[in-house]
């Protein structure tokens, strides 16, 4: 079993920059990608950004240009910088992975944290 452990996210004014964090740990062999999600009250869960464990990156096009994903590999952690926040970006932003445990691959969830953009 993998547990992924969200940090970083609460409340910033519009143009003001947040940093999450997520530490996986559990029956971890290798984790393939890591990335975040976010969902927003009444709409569907959407893709922020996405490493995968040779670097590869993939962003939702609404935060291309603002925010960078990055992964310590040697930590089992990702993080997300999400700088020039619009209150648009306020969600429960969740953590997402692909853990191998030698024989299987588990997509893995994080219970979650809230950012909320306001003046």
């Known amino acids: 079993q993998v547990q992924l452990e969200e940090s970083g996210g609460g409340l910033v004014q519009p143009g003001g920059s947040l940093r999450l964090s997520c530490a996986a740990s559990?029956?971890?062999?290798?984790?393939?990608?890591m990335g975040w999600y976010r969902q927003a009250p009444g709409k569907q869960r959407e893709l922020v950004a996405v490493?995968?464990?040779?670097?590869?990156?993939n962003y939702g096009d609404s935060v291309k240009g603002r925010f960078t994903i990055s992964r310590d590999n040697a930590k089992d952690t990702v993080y997300l910088q999400m700088n020039s926040l619009k209150p648009e970006d306020t969600a429960v932003y969740y953590c997402?992975?692909?853990?191998?445990?030698?024989?299987?691959?588990?997509?893995?969830w994080g219970q979650g944290t809230q950012v909320t953009v306001s003046s």
């Open positions: 997402n992975a692909d853990v191998s445990n030698g024989i299987l691959v588990y997509e893995s």
């Open positions: 559990g029956s971890i062999f290798s984790i393939k990608a």
């Open positions: 490493v995968t464990n040779s670097g590869r990156t």
